[in-house]
């Protein structure tokens, strides 16, 4: 691959470079890294800056920040006071519990308690849903019920 790589480049590479850096959780250098293997791999060679430009341009974020986890504390607390529990997804993968709750309490007393106006913690990408969504924004949403709580469904009598 040339020393200058194009727009079309990147595109083409773009799927694998999200799976080894967002699916498989790979560092973006050293060995094992994103830039080695796209290197040994593809023949694709670029710097640590432009894959940090182009992550910037896709939206690829390995850690979220303290505003996401801030608008999740209050959409979290709100659901809480409404009587309803809460699972949060990002892009298609579900929060596991232990990671919300550190997060929360890392970051959410103050959108928990608030003590002004709470639309500092509005964000877009954050929303409320009763159904799974395979958009990449924050979906809150009440735990899935499992099979056996529609067990009364078999029951019913059909004339």
């Known amino acids: ?11 083409l590479h773009k799927a694998v470079i999200q799976a080894l850096y967002l699916t498989e959780d790979r560092k973006l250098q050293g060995p094992g890294g994103v830039i080695e293997q796209m290197f040994v791999e593809y023949k694709f060679k670029a ?7 182009h992550f910037k341009k896709w939206g690829f974020r390995k850690n979220k ?11 979290v607390a709100k659901r809480k ?14 929060v596991p519990v232990k ?4 997060e929360i ?28 969504s395979s958009g990449y924004g924050f979906i809150m949403q ?11 469904v078999q029951r019913l009598v059909f004339y």
């Open 1 to 11: 691959m040339s020393a200058k790589l194009t727009e079309d480049d990147w595109s």
């Open 47 to 53: 710097t640590k800056a432009q894959y940090e430009k």
């Open 65 to 75: 920040r303290r505003d996401d986890w801030e608008a999740t504390a209050a959409k």
């Open 81 to 94: 006071r409404d009587g309803k529990e809460s699972e949060l997804w990002i892009g298609d993968e579900r």
């Open 99 to 102: 990671k919300l709750r550190k």
């Open 105 to 132: 309490s890392r970051y959410g007393y103050d959108a928990a308690f608030p003590t002004s106006s709470s639309s500092k913690y509005t964000r877009r990408n954050l929303r409320v849903h009763s159904s799974i």
């Open 142 to 152: 009440s735990p899935l019920v499992p099979v056996s709580s529609y067990d009364w």
